[in-house]
């Protein structure tokens, strides 16, 4: 009986691997081929797959080879072949729409204006968030940026108020206070040194700058917690970014690796000081206009369906970290724009200058979203800065079902990337000059600039896109106001123009400014 019990358990094992081995097989081999003359049929061709790493191997290779290369010129904005030399190269090689593959991931690659209308207007839940990364996971936790269907509804049913009208007052008011801040900062620079300028790093102040602002989105003041969970996603984002290169294999986020221990031990960290700062508010019994208050005024309801409590931590996690580095990306390319163009940066100091005072014509008047309003001139160049230097240069969906898209036919699984900074550079869409820096094409609006709303995708476009677009240019629009009419500012000598995408885009050296003060050691008014 014991040995009939022995042969019964080798055999089961036996069949576990040998179905191990032929899902793998599957996985690995039979399918990616299959799929890969599935799409040749239909004229779409591509990098060839390779075992395991599918594409990763040789667009990691083409990237180092990119490092190596000497810095653009200033005035460039042409980044591409730097930023993604793999799709510069395959779009020349393959067309508009090619396919490659992330790992064993079949990829379809598409700059066809049609289909990625098609893929970012869907609301038919044919297509689903899908960042093939965990570690992007750990950094936005399952929130509204990575969950689909019925909790995504749910999600956005309780989160977006926080984007509002009447929430979004306070986001100037409350930017306002962290620039008088930083500009006292950056005069206490000036008169320590010859009492007319400072060299500062616009990235890092930038960074800090939003980060305040987004810490009392969610929490409602500052926090140290919140501050250090900052920092500890700071390291996930790195450790995300070296993720990338690693074969899509299943089950390789729970392999014991260096890095999948030391992204855990940061996860947990941050889950531990963003539940303890849920915590201390549910025992206050005070819910306030926060993003906590809005989730927790939600589980009290009877009429709106709540989050746990790992949904909320999640909310947490994905309206700092897209919150704070859309605003602080914006910042710090718009500056470097002003630097580079100094002669816009003097027709937006006029216009705040005019534009933004109060019934008296005298004080500066910029801290309400009426007077931001007025700012064409600024919106204007906002929006040539989200085309040339957009945070996301990429979006990517998964088929959540077989479907026909722009006459193609898409598998269950396929990932569609759709490369922004390659759109937003279409000379077809933009005209001969969508190289270049140009903000008067949006005098007449999108529309009139491109003719097509899906042309510009820095916010992506449809039901999922950013709800936080009218914060950020509240914000970015605030800061700005206030430097243009205190400051002067021009380009360090120090200054390596090399845009690199770590999640989203941002100078590789950061960005280091040579500031002046406009008021020579007056007393600030602002």
């Known amino acids: 009986m014991e040995a009939t019990m022995v042969e019964i358990v080798h055999t089961l094992a036996a069949i576990l691997i040998l179905w191990l081995i032929w899902r793998s097989l599957w996985h690995l081999v039979w399918r990616p081929y299959a799929v890969a003359g599935w799409f040749e049929r239909q004229g779409i061709r591509g990098p060839p797959y390779r075992f395991v790493l599918g594409s990763l191997w040789e667009m990691k290779q083409m990237l180092i080879a990119e490092r190596g290369k000497t810095p653009l010129d200033i005035g460039s904005h042409d980044y591409t072949s730097r930023v993604s030399p793999f799709f510069h190269k395959w779009a020349a090689d393959y067309g508009k729409t090619f396919l490659y593959w992330l790992g064993p991931t079949p990829t379809i690659y598409s700059t066809d204006l049609e289909l990625v209308k098609q893929v970012l207007e869907d609301r038919t839940e044919l297509f689903q968030k899908d960042y093939l990364n965990p570690s992007l996971e750990r950094i936005f936790g399952k929130?509204?940026?990575?969950?689909?269907g019925d909790d995504w509804k749910r999600h956005r049913r309780v989160v977006y108020p926080i984007f509002y009208h009447e929430n979004l007052k306070s986001v100037s008011a409350m930017t306002r206070e962290s620039t008088q801040k930083m500009i006292a900062q950056w005069c206490n620079l000036i008169e320590k040194g010859d009492g007319h300028q400072a060299d500062i790093d616009m990235g890092c102040y930038a960074e800090e700058l939003t980060l305040g602002v987004i810490e009392r989105v969610i929490f409602g003041a500052h926090y140290k917690e919140a501050r250090e969970g900052f920092a500890e996603g700071k390291e996930i984002q790195k450790l995300a970014v070296r993720a990338f290169a690693d074969p899509q294999i299943p089950g390789l986020r729970y392999l014991p690796t260096r890095r999948n221990f030391q992204a855990w031990k940061l996860d947990r960290s941050i889950t531990s000081k963003t539940t303890r700062l849920i915590k201390e508010r549910l025992a206050s019994g005070v819910d306030g206009d926060d993003l906590i208050g809005l989730m927790l005024r939600a589980s009290k309801s009877e009429e709106v369906e709540s989050l746990s409590s790992d949904e909320m931590i999640s909310e947490c996690k994905t309206i700092f970290a897209a919150g704070q580095d859309t605003g602080a990306t914006l910042l710090t390319w718009g500056m470097f724009l002003l630097?580079?163009?100094?002669?816009?940066?003097?027709?937006?100091?006029?216009?705040?200058?005019?534009?933004?005072?109060?019934?008296?014509?005298?004080?500066?008047?910029?801290?309400?979203i009426q007077a931001l309003g007025k700012l064409k001139l600024l919106n204007m160049f906002l929006l040539e800065t989200l085309r040339l230097y957009s945070p996301l240069p990429f979006l990517l969906r998964k088929t959540a079902s077989d479907t026909t898209l722009a006459n193609i036919k898409f598998r269950k699984g396929t990932m569609i990337t759709i490369p922004v900074m390659m759109l937003h550079r279409s000379k077809e869409i933009w005209g001969l000059d969508a190289d270049e820096f140009n903000p008067m094409r949006?005098?007449?609006?999108?529309?009139?600039?491109?003719?097509?709303?899906?042309?510009?995708?820095a916010f992506s476009c449809g039901p999922r896109g950013c709800p936080g677009r009218n914060y950020t240019m509240i914000e970015v629009q605030t800061v700005m106001t206030m430097i243009l009419r205190r400051f002067s500012f021009s380009l360090s000598s120090q200054y390596v123009h090399m845009p690199r995408n770590f999640i989203s885009l941002a100078p590789r050296y950061g960005l280091p400014l040579i500031v002046r003060n406009l008021l020579d050691g007056e007393k600030s008014d602002i």
């Open 143 to 148: 929130g509204l940026l990575t969950t689909n």
């Open 442 to 457: 949006f005098e007449k609006g999108v529309l009139g600039a491109a003719n097509n709303t899906y042309a510009m995708l």
């Open 339 to 368: 630097t580079i163009y100094p002669e816009w940066q003097e027709r937006l100091r006029e216009e705040v200058l005019r534009e933004c005072r109060d019934d008296d014509g005298d004080a500066p008047y910029i801290n309400s």
